[in-house]
T-cell receptor
Framework: KQEVTQIPAALSVPEGENLVLNCSFTDSAIYNLQWFRQDPGKGLTSLLLIQSSQREQTSGRLNASLDKSSGRSTLYIAASQPGDSATYLCAVTLFSGGYNKLIFGAGTRLAVHP | NAGVTQTPKFQVLKTGQSMTLQCAQDMNHEYMSWYRQDPGMGLRLIHYSVGAGITDQGEVPNGYNVSRSTTEDFPLRLLSAAPSQTSVYFC?????????????FGDGTRLSIL
């Protein structure tokens, strides 16, 4: 059974710091991996999607890497800002029962303080 | 530019009551799904639909029913509410399968069962 783990569960950093969020998964037979952002009381916003054949994706100050063989992904946030404060979730996509199914981690709650 | 709209935003029910959580999207997406999010856990798939008239079960379908009579709407019905169904419910839609395209999420319905 695929399990997705995110460490740390919570992180507090000063503004301007570069930081790394970690995501690990137990089964390397994934279709792709996505990183989402969730603001309090809101739904999820897709940040980056990495196909299984890719090693990384970049969007602005965000860079996500994928190492399927070791079952790991990292989300790198450069020059963090208070507006980056949110919960970040990763999800792997499996093909199961004729449908691509997302398995989510529990998230990392990030607080960036001025 | 509404995206995915969920109603109501909050609801309190008594054990044994039934209700319908509404979800509508205006992006002409074929794929729609319902998730529940519980504290300390990632999102878990309840039911999904790959198009009008087609639905199937996800990981945690017991106690919930869905139907998809139109492309736009995908309501979730709680048949007889139980305290274990206290959760935050999210509806999502995507152009392709769950992992092929980024999923768009609604803001959620916060449901408490007393």
């Amino acid at each position: 059974k695929q399990e997705v783990t995110q460490i740390p569960a919570a992180l507090s950093v000063p503004e301007g710091e570069n930081l790394v969020l970690n995501c690990s998964f137990t089964d390397s037979a994934i279709y792709n991996l996505q990183w989402f952002r969730q603001d309090p009381g809101k739904g999820l916003t897709s940040l980056l999607l990495i196909q299984s054949s890719q090693r990384e994706q970049t969007s602005g100050r965000l860079n996500a890497s994928l190492d399927k063989s070791s079952g790991r992904s990292t989300l790198y946030i450069a020059a963090s800002q208070p507006g980056d404060s949110a919960t970040y979730l990763c999800a792997v996509t499996l093909f199961s029962g004729g449908y691509n199914k997302l398995i989510f981690g529990a998230g990392t709650r990030l607080a960036v303080h001025p | 530019n509404a995206g995915v709209t969920q109603t109501p935003k909050f609801q309190v029910l008594k054990t044994g009551q039934s209700m319908t959580l509404q979800c509508a999207q205006d992006m002409n997406h074929e794929y729609m799904s319902w998730y529940r999010q519980d504290p300390g856990m990632g999102l878990r798939l309840i039911h999904y639909s790959v198009g009008a008239g087609i639905t199937d079960q996800g990981e945690v379908p017991n106690g919930y029913n869905v139907s998809r009579s139109t492309t736009e709407d995908f309501p979730l019905r709680l048949l007889s509410a139980a305290p274990s169904q206290t959760s935050v419910y999210f509806c999502a839609s995507s152009l392709g399968g769950a992992g092929n395209q980024p999923q768009h999420f609604g803001d959620g319905t916060r449901l408490s069962i007393l």
